[in-house]
C-alpha cells in the first residue's frame, strides 16, 4: 500500500420494502401521512407491549445474505442496545449484536484501475429503524425539535463492508452496485427519501480512523469522503496528529463535524432480547431461489444485444433503466438493441440528467418510435435529439405529450428522400457501400471470424451488431444476414 493510501469501510443502513414494520401490523407506507399516525403500543414501546417478528422482513434479509455471498449462521438472536434518545422511545433499539444473521461475503464492483475488485462483506444483520427528530431551525439554534414515530419500527439491514475501498470513487461504485442488487432483488426502494443511510470509516494509511455518521444520500458519501480526505491529509501535512473520533456529516453545508457524544460500545450494555427467540433458518435459506443479478443481466445484455461492455454496465446498474431498455427493444430486438444500446445510455440518460427527471418518466412506446423512424432513415440523429428534447419537455412540463411522428411532422424534420430513379447509379445503390462496410468489420474483428469458424453462434450477431454499428441502424437486417453470411462463406472456401 502507498503513502498517504486511502482506506475507507461502510456501513450501509438500507430499509427493507416490506408493507409491515418488523415488531408489529402498522404500515411501513407512511411518507404521506400525518405525523404519528402509523403507531401501535408495540412500536411506541408501550408497557407490556410484545413484539411479533415479521417474517417477510427476515426473508428479505436472507435474499441480500445470499446475493452478497454471505453465509446465513444456522443461529441468530436478537439483542437490546440500550440508549436514550428522544427519537428511540423505548430507550433501547431491537437490533443484533453478537449472533448476525449472516457473515462473510463479497460484493464485486469496477475498481478504479478497470476490471472487477471484490469488497469484502463482514456481516449483515436486522434491526429497527427509530424515529425520525424534526428540527425547528438547525439542530443548535433551534428551540425545540418534534419528533415523528412512525419510522420507528420500520425494518432495516445494516450491511458492514471490510475497509476494501481506496477512493471516494469507489465508495460510490460500491454503493451503487448494492443499491442495483437490492433492487433486483425486490427488497429495497431507493426512490424512497431516506430509506439508505451510510456511516463511513475513513482514514489514512498508517493514522487513526475517523467514523463519519449520518449520511444519508448517494452524493452525499463521496462529498463526505473527499471532504474528510482533504481534512485529514492536511492535518497530517501539517504534522498534527488525526484523532480517532465520530464526527457527523452536515449535508447543506458539505463538511463533517466533530460531535460531543462519545459513546463506547460497553454502554450500550447489550444483552439479548428476552421477548424473541432464537432464529433458525438453515432449511428456510437453502429454500430461496435468486433472481438475475446485475452482472448476469450484464453478461446477458453484451450476450444478447450486443450492447458495449460500458453500456451494458450503465444500463443494468439500475433496474428501472434495464427494464426500460429490455422493453424499448422487445417489439424487434435484433433491429432496434444496437440504436437502443447508444441512445438510452448515452443520449436518453445525459437528457434525464440535465432536466432532473428520472427514467420512469419516459414512455417506452413513445422511445420505440422515435429509433424506429432513425432506423428507417427517416430522421437524421441531430433530428431524433430535437424530437427526444420535445418528448421530455412535454412531459416534464404536464402538457399534452404528442407522438414522435407528431412530433416530426410539426416540426417539418422528415429527411429528403434518395431517389436513386433519378440519381442514375445503376441497379440497387446500397449494396456497395454495404459489402464495402461487411468487409471493413470483418478486417477489424478477426478474433470473431476465427470464432464464427469454430461454429460460434454468437460470433455472428456480434458481427451483425457491429455492421449495425456501422451502418447507424440503416440498413435492411435481413439483407446484412445475407450479405455477411456471403462473404463468410467466401473466406471459408
Ligand atoms: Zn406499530
Not at 422511545?89 to 476490471?115: F, H, N, R, V
Not at 437453502?286 to 450486443?306: K, M, N, S, W
Not at 416534464?396 to 410539426?410: F, G, L, Y
Request: charged content about 30%; some cysteine.
Amino acid at each position: 500500500m502507498a503513502e498517504g493510501q486511502v482506506i475507507v469501510g461502510l456501513e450501509v443502513h438500507c430499509q427493507l420494502d416490506t408493507k409491515s414494520k418488523l415488531f408489529c401490523g402498522c404500515s411501513t407506507d407512511y411518507r404521506n401521512d400525518a405525523p404519528n399516525t402509523h403507531v401501535c403500543p408495540v412500536c411506541l414501546g408501550l408497557p407490556g407491549a410484545m413484539p411479533v417478528l415479521n417474517k417477510r422482513s427476515i426473508e428479505y434479509a436472507m435474499r441480500v445474505a445470499k446475493a452478497l455471498n454471505c453465509s446465513v449462521l444456522p443461529e441468530s438472536e436478537f439483542s437490546r442496545k440500550n440508549y436514550f434518545y428522544p427519537d428511540l422511545d423505548k430507550a433501547y433499539q431491537i437490533t443484533q449484536y453478537d449472533k448476525p444473521l449472516a457473515e462473510g461475503g463479497y460484493l464485486e464492483i469496477e475498481s478504479d484501475e478497470g476490471g472487477e475488485k471484490r469488497i469484502r462483506i463482514t456481516r449483515i444483520h436486522v434491526e429497527e429503524d427509530p424515529g425520525r427528530l424534526v428540527h425547528r431551525g438547525t439542530t443548535e439554534s433551534g428551540k425545540y425539535s418534534l419528533v415523528d414515530y412512525n419510522r420507528a419500527g420500520i425494518p432495516l439491514i445494516e450491511i458492514v463492508s471490510e475497509p476494501d475501498m481506496r477512493s471516494p470513487k469507489e465508495a460510490r461504485k460500491f454503493l451503487n452496485k448494492l443499491r442495483a442488487t437490492l433492487e433486483y432483488l425486490s427488497v429495497f426502494d431507493s426512490e424512497k427519501e431516506g430509506s439508505l443511510r451510510v456511516d463511513a470509516n475513513i482514514s489514512i494509511k498508517g493514522s487513526e480512523r475517523v467514523e463519519v455518521k449520518n449520511i444519508s444520500s448517494y452524493k452525499g458519501v463521496e462529498k463526505a469522503l473527499l471532504f474528510e480526505i482533504t481534512r485529514q491529509k492536511s492535518l497530517l501535512r501539517r504534522g498534527q496528529k488525526v484523532d480517532r473520533e465520530t464526527r457527523h456529516y452536515l449535508e447543506a453545508r458539505g463538511v463533517t463535524q466533530s460531535s460531543r457524544s462519545k459513546e463506547q460500545e460497553h454502554d450500550y450494555r447489550y444483552f439479548p432480547e428476552p421477548d424473541l427467540r432464537p432464529l433458525h433458518v438453515q432449511s428456510w435459506v437453502e429454500g430461496i431461489v435468486l433472481p438475475e443479478l446485475p452482472d448476469a443481466r450484464r453478461e446477458r445484455f453484451i450476450a444478447q444485444y450486443g450492447c458495449s461492455l460500458n453500456h451494458a454496465r450503465t444500463l443494468t446498474g439500475e433496474l428501472r433503466l434495464a427494464n426500460f431498455f429490455e422493453k424499448v427493444v422487445a417489439a424487434d430486438p435484433t433491429g432496434l438493441s444496437t440504436l437502443a444500446d447508444t441512445w438510452i445510455a448515452d443520449t436518453l440518460i445525459g437528457e434525464l440528467n440535465y432536466r432532473a427527471m428520472s427514467i420512469d418518466a419516459v414512455d417506452a412506446t413513445g422511445f420505440t418510435e422515435l429509433l424506429t423512424l432513425l432506423k428507417q432513415c427517416i430522421i437524421t440523429d441531430n433530428s431524433g435529439i430535437e424530437v427526444l428534447r420535445v418528448m421530455l419537455d412535454q412531459r416534464r412540463d404536464n402538457q399534452s405529450c404528442e407522438t414522435p411522428s407528431a412530433i416530426v411532422d410539426r416540426l417539418n424534420l422528415r429527411k429528403v428522400s434518395f431517389d436513386t430513379a433519378q440519381s442514375g447509379i445503376e441497379g440497387n445503390p446500397d449494396i456497395d457501400p454495404l459489402r464495402t462496410s461487411i468487409a471493413e468489420v470483418l478486417m477489424e474483428h478477426p478474433a470473431a471470424v476465427e470464432d464464427f469458424r469454430k461454429g460460434r453462434k454468437g460470433a455472428f450477431n456480434f458481427l451483425i451488431g457491429q455492421l449495425m454499428k456501422k451502418t447507424r441502424g440503416c440498413a435492411d437486417p435481413a439483407e446484412l444476414n445475407r450479405l455477411l453470411q456471403e462473404e463468410l462463406n467466401k473466406k471459408e472456401a
